[in-house]
């Protein structure tokens, strides 16, 4: 069974870094494009970024590109976001998702989510 | 605002059956076969039901269906359960530069 737990959220002061985590389990790590996608409170899901099977190729919504790093260490099958320059707007639950495939471009969605991870952006 | 529009609620009784719609446009609905569909309860995290449009993953049940019509897709729900009550949001593959998949805002159904 494939399993994805995020860790890492947290209260952070805006400009400031996080890094969030996702272990992943049950599946062959290597084999899969990875993303975030995160849900503000009380608000619809919106895609953050993704990472190809072996991490060589990356992408970023606008709204986050320039502030936020995505890789992965399949070695110990874990996703990474590491988050700088926080703002407000950043608040939200943080929710790593598995892909089909490993490719990312034309690639029909997310088969699996995990529980998510809620970061805070607040002074 | 969501790239993808949905009805905020839609609210049906036991045993009927309902629709949500998720309008878009030729850049992800209506120009790939990409459109899934994801039930989300409260506080929990999303699961798929519908995939490629029309397909269901194993294990969910066949009371949940998908479709699509140039830009608009659809997703029915027949035989309504009071598990069904749960937030249902779209999402589309797009071919603009970014993001790469867009999604509806949300459609509450509320089983009566």
């Known amino acids: 069974e494939v399993q994805l737990l995020e860790s890492g959220g947290g209260l952070e002061q805006p400009g400031g870094s996080l890094r969030l985590s996702c272990a992943a389990s049950?599946?062959?790590?290597?084999?899969?494009?990875m993303s975030w996608v995160r849900q503000a409170p009380g608000k619809g899901l919106e895609w953050v970024s993704a990472i190809n099977g072996n991490g060589g190729s990356t992408y970023y919504s606008d709204s986050v590109k320039g502030r936020f790093i995505i890789s992965r260490d399949n070695s110990k099958n874990t996703l990474y976001l590491q988050m700088n320059r926080l703002r407000a707007e950043d608040t939200a639950v943080y929710y790593c998702?598995?892909?089909?495939?490993?490719?990312?471009?034309?690639?029909?969605?997310?088969?699996?989510w995990g529980q998510g991870t809620l970061v805070t952006v607040s002074s | 605002q969501s790239a993808l529009t949905q009805p905020a609620s839609v609210s049906g009784s036991p045993g009927q059956s309902i629709t949500i719609s998720c309008n878009g446009t030729?850049?992800?609905?209506?120009?790939?076969?990409?459109v899934s569909w994801y039930q989300q309860h409260p506080g929990k995290a999303p699961k798929v039901m519908i995939y490629d449009v029309s397909n269901r993953p194993s294990g969910v049940s066949n009371r949940f269906s998908g479709s699509k019509s140039g830009n608009t897709a659809s997703l029915t729900i027949t035989g309504l359960q009071a598990e069904d009550e749960a937030d249902y949001y779209c999402s589309s593959y797009t071919s603009s530069t970014h993001p790469f998949w867009v999604f509806g805002g949300g459609t509450k159904l509320t089983v009566l």
């Open positions: 998702a598995k892909h089909y495939g490993d490719f990312v471009h034309y690639n029909p969605g997310f088969d699996y």
């Open positions: 030729s850049s992800d609905v209506g120009g790939y076969n990409y």
């Open positions: 049950g599946l062959t790590f290597s084999s899969y494009a």
